[in-house]
C-alpha cells in the first residue's frame, strides 16, 4: 500500500495564479443516514444554516464532533511556511480559498498554502470528499508543489472527540482513545483533540508513543503528522484521510475493521466508555480495494516500510 506520488499537469501550475473564490461554509453532503458539513477552507465545521452539524447520524443525531468546540482541522507547510485551517479553534492562517464545489453526496475544495511574505502561493491541497461508506468519508487529498523551488512538505490532520452523553455521569467530553504505531508517512499521532494544527512543531499536549497505545478517559480526540518528503515543482503527494463514526450495533473493533477493509492503514479511534459511542480517523489511499483485493491489504500495509525509498524510484 502506498501513497501516490505523480507530476502535476501543466493547467494545474498555471491555476495557482487564479484569485480564491468567495468563501461558503458549512455546506451539507449526504450518504442518506449520514451527513457531513465542510467549510470552503477544506476542513469541516458545523453547517451554515443551522450550527447543528459536523458529522451526523441521522437517525438518532448523534454526531461525535459537533458537542462544545466542533474542532476540525488540517495544517500543511513548505520549507517551514506553515499554515492551517482550523475555523472553530485556532482560526484559519496562511490557507486561501481556490475553489469549492459541492454536490449532494460530494465535494471537492481547493486551497493554496500562501507565503505570507510574499503572497506567492507554494502548495495547493485539493480534497475530494466522497462516503467510502455510509458512515465513512474519505477526504482523497493531493498536495501539490506550485512553486518554482523543491519543497519539504509535513501534513497535518486534527479532530476533537466527544464521545460521552449529556446523561452519562461524567458528560459529553469522556472518552479514551487508542492509536496504532506510526507507519509512514506518519511520523507522530495524539491523544488531543485540541492540539496545534500547524505541522511544524511535535504535538505536545498529549503524545502518543511511536508504537501507539491507549490513554484516556478523559476529554480527548486525535491527531497525525505526515512527512509528505520533498516534492519537487510541478510534483504531488496524494493519500486519503478518513473520518468515520459508528453505525449502530458498531463496537470500535467493528468499525476499525470496517475502515481496515476500505483500505485505511493507520488509525486513531475512540470510545465512550459509559456509552458505547466511536469513532476513528485514519490514513489509507485514495483507490477503494475490491472486495477481492482485501486480502492485499494487510500485505501492503506491512510493505510501507519501503515507503520512502519507493517514492524516490517513482520519480527516478
Same mark, same amino acid.
Given at each position: ?155 497535518? @490532520?486534527?479532530?476533537?472527540?466527544? *464521545? $460521552? ?5 461524567? &458528560?459529553?467530553?469522556? #472518552? +479514551? ?78 468499525? @476499525?475493521?470496517?475502515?481496515?477493509? *476500505? $483500505? ?5 479511534? &475512540?470510545?465512550?466508555? #459509559? +456509552? ?41
Amino acid at each position: 500500500m502506498r501513497l501516490l506520488r505523480r507530476l502535476a499537469p501543466a493547467a494545474v501550475l498555471a491555476a495557482a495564479a487564479l484569485a480564491a473564490a468567495p468563501a461558503r461554509a458549512g455546506t451539507v453532503i449526504s450518504s442518506g443516514p449520514f451527513d457531513v458539513s465542510i467549510s470552503d477552507f477544506g476542513n469541516l465545521e458545523p453547517d451554515t444554516a443551522t450550527g447543528s452539524l459536523v458529522f451526523r447520524r441521522n437517525a438518532d443525531g448523534y454526531d461525535p464532533i459537533i458537542p462544545g468546540t466542533p474542532r476540525e482541522a488540517y495544517g500543511v507547510s513548505a520549507n517551514g511556511v506553515s499554515g492551517y485551517a482550523d475555523t472553530f479553534f485556532f482560526g484559519v492562517s496562511n490557507i486561501a480559498p481556490v475553489s469549492a464545489v459541492f454536490g449532494a453526496s460530494t465535494a471537492t475544495v481547493v486551497t493554496d498554502l500562501v507565503d505570507p511574505g510574499s503572497g506567492a502561493s507554494l502548495l495547493r491541497i485539493t480534497q475530494d470528499y466522497r462516503f467510502a461508506a455510509d458512515n465513512v468519508l474519505q477526504i482523497c487529498t493531493t498536495v501539490t508543489n506550485v512553486s518554482p523551488d523543491a519543497q519539504a512538505v509535513l501534513f497535518s @490532520r486534527n479532530v476533537d472527540m466527544d *464521545l $460521552g452523553s449529556v446523561s452519562a455521569p461524567n &458528560g459529553q467530553f469522556y #472518552e +479514551t482513545i487508542t492509536a496504532d504505531g506510526v507507519v509512514p508517512p506518519v511520523i507522530e499521532a495524539s491523544f488531543y483533540g485540541f492540539e496545534n494544527p500547524d505541522p511544524l512543531p511535535a504535538f505536545s499536549v498529549f503524545p502518543a508513543p511511536a508504537t501507539g497505545g491507549t490513554f484516556g478517559p478523559s476529554d480527548l480526540g486525535g491527531g497525525m503528522r505526515l512527512d509528505l518528503g520533498i516534492l519537487a515543482p510541478g510534483e504531488s503527494s496524494e493519500f486519503a484521510v478518513f473520518h468515520g463514526i459508528g453505525d449502530f450495533g458498531q463496537t470500535e473493533a467493528d468499525l @476499525r475493521a470496517q475502515m481496515a477493509a *476500505l $483500505g485505511v492503514f493507520y488509525q486513531i479511534s &475512540g470510545i465512550g466508555p #459509559e +456509552t458505547g459511542n466511536v469513532e476513528s480517523m485514519g490514513l489509507g489511499p485514495c483507490a477503494i480495494p475490491e472486495p477481492t483485493s482485501l486480502a492485499l491489504v494487510g500485505i501492503g500495509a506491512a510493505g510501507l516500510a519501503g515507503y520512502a525509498r519507493r517514492r524516490r524510484a517513482a520519480t527516478a
